[in-house]
């Protein structure tokens, strides 16, 4: 080869590395351009899709970019990155909440308490996306979820049982369920995170005995090794390991086994935040109107309500390049029309957070079990980690240990209040 | 009996490879043809009717046919920054090789130091704004090209201390210029460890999840491995699209392997010989 030709060729090279990577970036025409950050999965997206397609009909200047990112703490970390960086979408969903608290909204989001539509908002999920200076920082995104006991209602007919009010009638129904051969309560601790619903699910039954116990909690008075009402948390779930109530394959079983298990009458309660109901519906749709839901029971039936969690929010950071479309965008999702958009796409899994919006009348059984505990008369209330900014990170691998009978319950609690002085420490909360 | 004693070892080796690449491999195609319901139960089942087609079809088409352009640019990404790795890493091993001054310790240093400390994510995308590359493919695959630089770098190094320094002399006798002895006689000669490099390389960055997740955001600009995430989520997974996916993203590297096995294995074996 000739020296010219060479160096044509290296020239070749170099030109179409250089072209190769110039075919990256489409530009849009004399519209508004925003992207929309979500967690992924197939649900999520879909509502994304309708709500955007809605909202875009109405504001056709207005063009959305829907981009996913990895849930978790993969997830956490994303969003963390992106903020730091001035790099973040235009309008982005994230958790409400402690995790809420962690991203530093005064520094990094645009206030908005003064937008008209949170008129409607209600206060319980305001409450949840202030930041530490006073001001609204988002909106609901998604229904408020319910965390609680899944069960299979062809199970409780043909047994004959009644929904528990108490933890004594659980155990009873238990007990019956264990006499017919039924496995009567799943666990699933191949995700670790699905251990600790019997713990947190069981706020409310704390909070009704010992209301004060969130702020002294947080100012490291209240234990949950020594408040006889927090303990029992652990203690249930101690309790029903003891019993031997669980399925046999508990340490390995997954979410998405549990899921199967309550819908197909493999298993009759299953311990489980209530926004499973929209898996059910998209793995196990002929089984959907098998599976009901109540509140964990306390251990007396007056006192018994649901404990609540709060949806996602919707924020905007300080570095969005569109200010006013990004706002028109989240008045959007803050509206009846914006929750008519997610029924539409995903079904109704819970009640909305803004005034007007009304679910439709074919809800699925889990849900409509769970508007009681929300209507007038009904008792619910916050789960802790929305009322208190702590909650140690070790908790799931505690609840295994105790679910699985390696650690009894009272020494579990200890544990865990140990991992809590931890967080609290870095957080540098006064009393600890 | 002495063919047995001879292979049987032979025999359980191949057996027990294809135990460990076939059976999951198997798994994958088996859920390809599933449906959403049978593909929860997740286990090695022979599947109740064919929705390969479909899952395929909702595969492509998800996200406004997201998995085309990460094929394109996941195509562009891997070529690119290979080729420039190659390059690069070719040249800087033959000068540390063949020219001793006092900066090679230093040099071999900070090689070292860029196998061992871990890449910082936040500076890194700092760098990339100021210099206005971030979110950009060009930005991404000289990323890829840095990271990936220390390792190729001392392969090739130990490779061209094999190569007799009596080739380079008898090149510059006969005239030629450094880049000639570089591009005309030793690159030539590298051919077994650049093949070991593209391979071992393209695997690396092809399969890369967290660099492109990080520094480059925007569904423009999706690889093939941030394709898998539109089908898994914590709470939801749907496992028939998730495999159809991985297995659509298996099949091109290993279409193009085996095409080029033989080019591949005869670089290996005809380098060794030579020199």
């Given at each position: 080869m000739t020296k010219t030709s060479r160096r044509i060729a290296l020239a070749c090279l170099s030109a179409g590395l250089m072209a190769m990577t110039a075919l990256t970036g489409v530009a849009h025409a004399q519209s508004i351009n925003l992207t929309y950050l979500i967690p992924s999965g197939a649900d999520g997206v879909a509502v994304a899709e309708e709500l955007v397609k809605s909202f875009e009909a109405a504001n056709p200047d207005i063009n959305i970019d829907i981009e996913t990112r990895p849930g978790g703490s993969e997830g956490d970390n994303l969003v963390k990155t992106r903020l730091a960086t001035s790099s973040m979408a235009d309008i982005f969903r994230y958790n409400s909440g402690s995790l809420f608290q962690a991203i530093n909204p005064a520094q990094f989001l645009v206030d908005l308490t003064n937008e008209p539509w949170q008129a409607d908002v209600q206060a319980s999920f305001k409450q949840v996306v202030t930041a530490p200076d006073g001001t609204v920082r988002g909106a609901p995104m998604g229904a408020a979820m319910g965390g609680g006991i899944y069960y299979n209602k062809a199970i409780y007919e043909e047994l004959g049982l009644s929904v528990p009010k108490t933890w004594a009638e659980f155990m009873a129904n238990n007990e019956k369920i264990k006499e017919a051969g039924k496995v009567a309560v799943i666990q699933t601790y191949g995700d670790t995170w699905t251990s600790q619903l019997f713990v947190l699910a069981d706020y409310y039954n704390v909070s009704a005995k010992d209301p004060s116990f969130a702020s002294r909690y947080t100012a490291g008075e209240a234990k949950f090794a020594s408040d006889a009402a927090a303990l029992r948390g652990f203690e249930k779930l101690q309790e029903t390991h003891d019993a031997g109530l669980f399925n046999e394959d508990f340490g390995a079983a997954t979410y998405d086994d549990g899921l199967r298990m309550v819908a197909s009458g493999e298993g009759a309660h299953y311990p489980m935040l209530t926004f499973a109901t929209t898996a059910i519906a998209a793995s196990y749709p002929d089984m959907l109107d098998n599976v009901g839901f109540f509140a964990q029971p306390g251990d007396e039936a007056d006192l018994n309500g649901l404990t609540v969690w709060m949806p996602d929010g919707l924020y905007i950071p300080n570095t969005t390049s569109n200010l006013d479309a990004a706002k028109k965008f989240v008045a959007f999702v803050a509206s009846v029309e914006g929750c008519e958009a997610q029924t539409r796409a995903g079904g109704a899994?819970?009640?909305?957070?803004?005034?007007?919006?009304?679910?439709?009348?074919?809800?699925?059984?889990?849900?409509?079990?769970?508007?009681?505990?929300?209507?007038?008369?009904?008792?619910?209330?916050?789960?802790?980690?929305?009322?208190?900014?702590?909650?140690?990170?070790?908790l799931e691998q505690i609840t295994v240990e105790v679910g699985s009978g390696i650690r009894p319950a009272a020494d579990g609690a200890a544990l865990y209040d140990e991992d809590v002085r931890k967080q609290a420490q870095q957080l540098g909360l006064p009393g600890w | 009996?002495?063919?047995?004693?001879?292979?049987?070892?032979?025999?359980?080796?191949?057996?027990?490879?294809?135990?460990?690449?076939?059976?999951?491999?198997?798994?994958?195609?088996?859920?390809?043809?599933?449906?959403?319901?049978?593909?929860?139960?997740?286990?090695?089942?022979?599947?109740?009717?064919?929705?390969?087609?479909?899952?395929?079809?909702?595969?492509?088409?998800?996200?406004?046919?997201?998995?085309?352009?990460?094929?394109?640019?996941?195509?562009?990404?891997?070529?690119?920054?290979?080729?420039?790795?190659?390059?690069?890493?070719?040249?800087?091993?033959?000068?540390?090789?063949?020219?001793?001054?006092?900066?090679?310790?230093?040099i071999e240093f900070l090689i070292l130091a860029g196998l061992m400390i871990p890449p910082a994510v936040v500076p890194t995308i700092w760098l990339l704004q100021g210099i206005g590359l971030f979110?950009?493919?060009?930005?991404?695959?000289?990323?890829?090209?840095?990271?990936?630089?220390?390792?190729?770098?001392?392969?090739?190094?130990?490779?061209?201390?094999?190569?007799?320094?009596?080739?380079?002399?008898?090149?510059?006798?006969?005239?030629?210029?450094?880049?000639?002895?570089?591009?005309?006689?030793?690159?030539?000669?590298?051919?077994?460890?650049?093949?070991?490099?593209?391979?071992?390389?393209?695997?690396?960055?092809?399969?890369?999840?967290?660099?492109?997740?990080?520094?480059?955001?925007?569904?423009?600009?999706a690889t093939v491995q941030l394709t898998l995430y539109n089908f898994q989520s914590q709470f939801q997974t749907s496992y028939n699209l998730l495999f159809t996916n991985i297995a659509l993203i298996t099949i091109p590297p290993l279409l193009v392997f085996l095409f080029f096995n033989r080019q591949i294995v005869a670089g290996m074996t005809a380098g060794a010989v030579k020199g």
């Open positions: 899994s819970g009640p909305y957070l803004v005034n007007g919006c009304t679910l439709p009348d074919d809800v699925p059984p889990a849900v409509s079990d769970m508007l009681p505990y929300f209507a007038e008369g009904g008792q619910n209330g916050p789960a802790l980690e929305f009322l208190s900014p702590i909650k140690g990170p070790a | 009996m002495s063919f047995v004693r001879r292979y049987w070892l032979g025999a359980v080796a191949i057996l027990a490879s294809g135990v460990v690449f076939l059976v999951p491999f198997a798994f994958i195609i088996l859920t390809t043809f599933k449906d959403q319901k049978q593909s929860a139960l997740r286990d090695f089942s022979w599947p109740d009717g064919n929705h390969l087609w479909s899952n395929i079809l909702e595969v492509v088409t998800t996200r406004n046919w997201m998995l085309l352009t990460a094929f394109i640019n996941s195509t562009i990404l891997t070529v690119a920054s290979v080729t420039l790795l190659v390059i690069f890493a070719a040249m800087v091993g033959f000068v540390l090789q063949r020219r001793k001054t006092r900066f090679n310790g230093l979110g950009k493919l060009h930005g991404m695959i000289l990323i890829e090209v840095a990271y990936g630089l220390p390792f190729s770098i001392i392969l090739y190094r130990a490779f061209i201390a094999t190569i007799p320094r009596e080739l380079d002399e008898a090149a510059i006798i006969d005239g030629a210029r450094p880049f000639d002895v570089f591009f005309r006689v030793i690159l030539p000669l590298l051919w077994p460890v650049t093949v070991t490099n593209i391979v071992v390389q393209s695997v690396a960055v092809f399969n890369d999840f967290t660099n492109p997740l990080y520094y480059l955001p925007g569904n423009a600009n």
